[in-house]
């Protein structure tokens, strides 16, 4: 009898190894698992057209692919630099039988949030589902490290990504539309050397919490997906993180090792699907490998 997913998706230690940034998943080893093939679709996004951020590789990729099997057309953003894991996840919602746009874009100018969302309205005829996913991180030893430029982009990136891309958004988004972010365990608890990456994600939380409120009467629902470690380009790309800090990622956590992005990925169907989180908004929910918060 095979071993369930929770104890057969692969353990630390990883070969020791670093990624130059943005981080390209094809030359991560082991590389990360986003086909899912225990995931069996029931249509709940038929008819619905997605946009995602950061969806070349990593939770993005992984929850494009989802997505598309449930019957949605998605469209994602990458980074020029990126082409090559775009390409991949491009090969794969077409595989599922769906419409995919990738559009090159740097979302952490305001211009970029707002090209991402026209595109695909115009590209793929409406938005129903809007997911923040792309995100910069670097570790640094000591808050005198974080330099204003550093600080910057890691706001710009993660959360006034999010802000520019709801706002150019919400004119496209009617009733039964969603949006969900990606949030972290950095969120909730904070985390050792990620001074700025951290904020940003309490911010993302605080702000999908206070979304939710103001978009409820629209029929807007807005969640947050908060992820302990996961098995990403990321964290290989973290100028911070030694070859052997990547080596034993996610080893700290109950289960022992990081989440695949597989595993990651159905939580961002669950809030995208009315048939299955129509009552439910304007919740954080944690994703961190039997690691426990109050409540």
């Known amino acids: 009898m095979p071993k369930p ?6 353990k630390p230690p990883f070969p020791e190894q670093k990624l130059d940034k943005p981080g390209i998943e094809a030359e991560l080893t082991p590389r990360p698992r986003y086909k899912a093939p225990n995931y069996k679709p029931a249509g709940k996004l038929e008819g619905k057209v997605a946009l995602i951020t950061g969806g070349d590789s ?4 992984a929850v494009a692919v989802l997505y598309a099997r449930e019957g949605a057309d998605v469209a994602f953003t990458a980074l020029p630099l990126e082409k090559v894991d775009s390409d991949e996840t491009r090969g794969a919602i ?5 419409r ?12 970029g949030c707002i090209e991402a969302v026209e595109r695909t309205v115009a590209e793929l005829g409406q938005l129903d589902i809007l997911v923040h996913n792309a995100g910069h991180q670097n570790r640094k030893e000591s808050l005198e490290e974080v330099d204003e430029r550093e600080w910057d982009l890691t706001f710009r990136t993660n959360i006034y990504a999010y802000y520019r891309l709801v706002k150019a958004a919400l004119p496209h988004l009617g009733p039964g539309a969603c949006i969900i972010a990606t949030g972290s365990e950095t969120g909730i608890q904070g985390a050792e050397k990620l001074f700025d990456y951290s904020a940003t994600k309490g911010a993302i939380h605080a702000f999908t919490k206070t979304l939710a409120m103001e978009l409820v009467d629209r029929g807007i629902r807005v969640n947050c997906v908060a992820p302990g470690p996961v098995w990403t380009p990321l964290n290989a790309a973290d100028e911070g993180a ?11 956590t109950p289960m022992k090792r990081p989440a695949q992005p597989e595993e990651i990925a159905p939580a961002y169907v669950f809030f995208a699907s009315d048939a299955d989180s129509s009552f439910i908004t304007g919740v954080v929910l944690p994703a961190m490998g039997g690691q426990t918060i109050g409540g």
């Open 5 to 10: 997913q929770t104890q057969n998706e692969p």
């Open 242 to 252: 030694t070859p052997e800090k990547v080596a034993n990622f996610g080893s700290k």
């Open 94 to 98: 077409e595989a599922e039988g769906r």
């Open 100 to 111: 995919c746009l990738v559009i090159e874009t740097d979302l952490s100018e305001a211009d």
């Open 58 to 61: 990593g939770i993005g990729r």
